[in-house]
C-alpha cells in the first residue's frame, strides 16, 4: 500500500502470476494532478495484463470517501488509451476470475 513503483515493478516483474489492485493508490498514480505520474505510468503499461483498479472497501473509512476515490480512478483511467483503461477496469477482472462482467451483474456479487 506504500510502496512506490519501482518496488512494484520488480516484484511484478519477478512474479509472472502477481496481479495487483490500484486500491490506496489513486493520488499516487495522478502524481501532481496535471497527468499521470511518469514511474506509475511505466508500471501500469509494462504489466497492464496484471492491475486492476480496487478502492478497499473492506476499511469502512474508504466508503467515506468512495465517491472520490471512483472520481480519482476515472481521472487517471482517462490518461491512457480506452484497451489499456478497459484491462484495468474491468477486462483483467474477467480474464483472472472467469466471469463475463455484464450490466446485469453489476452491483451484485
Given at each position: 500500500?506504500?510502496?512506490?513503483p519501482d518496488v512494484i515493478e520488480a516484484m511484478m516483474a519477478r512474479y509472472d502470476t502477481l496481479y495487483a489492485d490500484t486500491?490506496?493508490?489513486?493520488?499516487?498514480?495522478?502524481?501532481?494532478?496535471?497527468?499521470?505520474?511518469?514511474?506509475?505510468?511505466?508500471?501500469?503499461?509494462?504489466?497492464?495484463?496484471?492491475?486492476?483498479?480496487?478502492?478497499?472497501?473492506?476499511?469502512?473509512?474508504?466508503?467515506?470517501?468512495?465517491?472520490?476515490?471512483?472520481?480519482?480512478?476515472?481521472?487517471?483511467?482517462?490518461?491512457?488509451?480506452?484497451?489499456?483503461?478497459?484491462?484495468?477496469?474491468?477486462?483483467?477482472?474477467?480474464?483472472?476470475?472467469?466471469?463475463?462482467?455484464?450490466?446485469?451483474?453489476?452491483?451484485?456479487?
Open positions: 500500500m506504500s510502496e512506490p486500491s490506496y493508490r489513486e493520488w499516487d498514480i495522478l502524481g501532481n494532478g496535471t497527468g499521470i505520474d511518469p514511474d506509475w505510468r511505466r508500471v501500469l503499461e509494462r504489466f497492464s495484463d496484471r492491475f486492476m483498479v480496487g478502492t478497499d472497501t473492506w476499511v469502512n473509512s474508504q466508503w467515506e470517501i468512495y465517491v472520490e476515490l471512483i472520481a480519482a480512478n476515472r481521472q487517471w483511467q482517462t490518461h491512457f488509451p480506452r484497451p489499456l483503461a478497459e484491462k484495468f477496469v474491468y477486462k483483467n477482472a474477467e480474464r483472472l476470475f472467469g466471469r463475463e462482467v455484464s450490466k446485469a451483474l453489476i452491483g451484485t456479487r
